[in-house]
């Protein structure tokens, strides 16, 4: 047992590190020289990034968030690790460090593009949940023009799926902890939706009414 935790720890602390890796705020300071954690939401996450550089550094924020969760996963593959309960350990931990990166003072993102990144690379050739959890974001955020409902809802579904499809049941309680996650790091959203006052963005297709 302890010689396979000591083996265990580095792959768990590697998912974390590159967890941390804070995208969002290292292209706003190379960019505008200024703190994001400043500025709009407060958050390093691509949505923060979308008002303060805009929707194309936005999506390079998304990728890149996503790519090192799924980094994490095939890295501990790659050096045999490829247990579902040992991998569903290091992507929780990937996320975990997006939102509590060490190298800024543990002030992150809520975690869902590194989410979506781990759920998707769970199943390297057959990324299922992480495609239908995508498809349950745009629906959400289509039909309620809240960037944070979509990503809770979108989560929820690739648990969900990943139950349905039969996937190791690791990767189905990981899946559940990372949508239970976002929901805690949604909170105030969340009061904000109650409240009847979250901010909204454009849905991709215009409403009829507003077209007219």
């Known amino acids: 047992m302890v010689e396979t935790l000591e083996h265990f720890i580095p792959w768990a602390t590697l998912g974390y590190l590159l967890g941390s890796c804070p995208t969002g705020y290292l292209l706003v300071r190379l960019i505008k020289g200024v703190d994001i954690r400043e500025l709009g939401s407060g958050n390093i996450g691509a949505t923060n990034v979308s008002r303060v550089l805009g929707k194309k550094w936005a999506l390079f924020t998304a990728i890149a968030d996503m790519f090192k969760g799924g980094l994490a996963i095939l890295l501990t593959m790659a050096m045999g690790h490829d247990d579902a309960a040992s991998l569903s350990v ?123």
């Open 90 to 212: 290091v992507g929780a931990m990937s996320v975990l460090g997006h939102n509590f990166p060490v190298w800024i003072g543990f002030r992150g993102g809520k975690g869902v593009a590194t989410s979506f990144g781990v759920i998707a690379f769970f199943d390297f050739f057959n990324p299922s949940a992480a495609i239908l959890g995508g498809i349950a974001w745009f629906a959400a955020r289509e039909i309620s023009c809240m960037v944070s409902l979509a990503s809770m809802t979108a989560l929820f579904a690739s648990a969900f799926c990943m139950f349905v499809f039969g996937m190791p049941r690791p990767y189905f309680y990981c899946g559940l902890f990372l949508a239970a996650f976002a929901v805690v790091r949604h909170r105030e959203n969340i009061a904000r939706i109650i409240a009847g006052n979250e901010n909204k963005v454009k849905p991709f297709f215009p409403r009829r009414e507003e077209s007219e």
